[in-house]
């Protein structure tokens, strides 16, 4: 990964009332902690009808998701979940894998590696803040606080990353928020 060096990230996911309600693609920003823009979150490919269909509704956490975290159109990561509930498998751009993340409790992800073996837990490594409505450019941004320990090993960290840039996956919410209650502005 090449955001070594950014121990402190946000990322901001769009946010208005129709994109909150009706939004069927998964995206977001990572900026520094001092605003630079750092990397996209992106859908790899459109989405076909019947999986629209589906984010739209409260099954948008079950369905595939398979993204992209670019910096400056190169690809660095690729985060892939499938149908239901299976761990989000992280990958290089060259196809190696990485690890994955896997929901062990309510609030609780574990890190594991390529083989299925338990690294660490993400809030081991990470401390994430998720939720504060803000401003960004005149838009309305759902902000999320990403702090990551000082040097934590690769591919630990790519996989705490991933983890922070698709948290609505990892979490089970996809692109759907209503049917987990409402985020916040910033106080």
């Given amino acids: 990964m090449t955001l070594n060096g950014f121990d402190a990230l946000l990322v901001e996911q769009p946010w208005s009332?129709?994109?909150h309600?009706?939004?069927?693609?998964y995206e977001c920003s990572v900026y520094s902690e001092q605003g630079a823009p750092l990397a996209t979150v992106t859908e790899r490919k459109r989405l076909r009808p019947?999986?629209?269909l589906l984010r739209a509704t409260g099954f948008s956490g079950r369905t595939v998701f398979d993204l992209v975290v670019a910096q400056q159109g190169y690809p660095l990561l690729s985060i892939h979940k499938g149908v239901g509930r299976p761990p989000v498998t992280v990958t290089r751009p060259d196809?190696?894998?990485?690890?994955?993340?896997?929901?062990?409790?309510?609030?609780?992800?574990?890190?594991?590696?390529p083989a299925?073996?338990?690294?660490?837990?993400l809030h081991e490594v990470v401390a994430f803040t998720p939720g504060a409505i803000t401003k960004r450019d005149g838009r309305r941004v759902r902000q999320d606080s990403v702090r990551l320990r000082p040097n934590v090993p690769e591919p630990v960290r790519s996989l705490a990353l991933a983890a922070c840039f698709a948290y609505d996956i990892v979490r089970g919410i996809g692109t759907n928020h209503?049917?987990?209650g409402f985020d916040f502005p910033a106080g």
Avoid: E, I, P
């Fill in 17 to 19: 009332a129709s994109r």
């Fill in 21 to 25: 309600l009706w939004s069927t693609r």
């Fill in 50 to 52: 019947l999986r629209k």
């Fill in 95 to 113: 196809g190696v894998a990485l690890g994955s993340v896997r929901h062990v409790r309510r609030g609780v992800y574990a890190l594991l590696d």
């Fill in 116 to 121: 299925g073996h338990q690294l660490c837990l």
């Fill in 178 to 180: 209503t049917s987990s």
